[in-house]
């Protein structure tokens, strides 16, 4: 797995989280999919003011996401040019102060918004900083669309080697290498 400090660290779990709201919100638009809990989504992935913070909030957050699934879905072929552009246009819509603060049982951390700021505020302000981290760092090289031909869930790739083939589902991996084992076995 990279990861050099803890700053590495944070960044790939904001980006995870961000992933996973992604996909998850993604499916909404399937008449099959299964209901969004994004306040329990973001909780989970560590945001510990997700608990508390309004319905409203919760609400803004799903949509302003919602408004740029296209444009996540799309890191994998994303041009660096653009991307930048896009992330500097969302940045300059939020009231970004950035300070350093330990609360809640975790460690010091950077907010990058004041402490009056809502909720749907600062979680996009962490997403956006950590997706203008890791376009400085790797460009999009580490974001990839599923290998499994039913699946366009968008991974987030930090193996050494950047093989990483398959959304986070793990019944993708194993359909995809099913089949492709019976067709061996067909060919022989």
């Known amino acids: 797995m990279y990861v050099t400090s803890g700053h590495d660290t944070e960044i790939r779990l904001t980006i995870e989280a961000l992933v996973d709201l992604v996909n998850a919100l993604s499916d909404v638009a399937d008449p099959d999919g299964e209901p969004v809990d994004v306040r329990t989504l973001l909780h989970e992935h560590r945001f510990s003011r997700a608990a508390g913070a309004s319905a409203a909030a919760i609400d803004r957050i799903e949509e302003r996401i919602g408004a740029m699934i296209p444009t996540l879905r799309g890191l994998p072929d994303a041009e660096a040019e653009p991307t930048v552009a896009w992330i500097n246009t969302q940045l300059a819509g939020i009231h970004i102060t950035p300070s350093l603060t330990a609360h809640d049982g975790a460690d010091l951390h950077i ?58 589902d793990p019944r993708c991996a194993s359909r995809t290498h099913t089949a492709e084992h019976r067709s061996r076995q067909r060919a022989t």
Not at 122 to 130: K, N, R, T, Y
Request: hydrophobic share 35%; charged share 20%.
């Open 111 to 168: 907010h990058w918004t004041p402490s009056s700021a809502t909720f749907d505020d600062q979680a996009i302000a962490d997403f956006l900083m950590a997706l203008a981290q890791e376009l400085c760092d790797h460009g999009t090289s580490r974001f990839g669309t599923c290998a499994a031909t039913d699946c366009e869930h968008l991974f987030y790739d930090v193996t050494r080697n950047g093989s990483r083939r398959f959304c986070s």
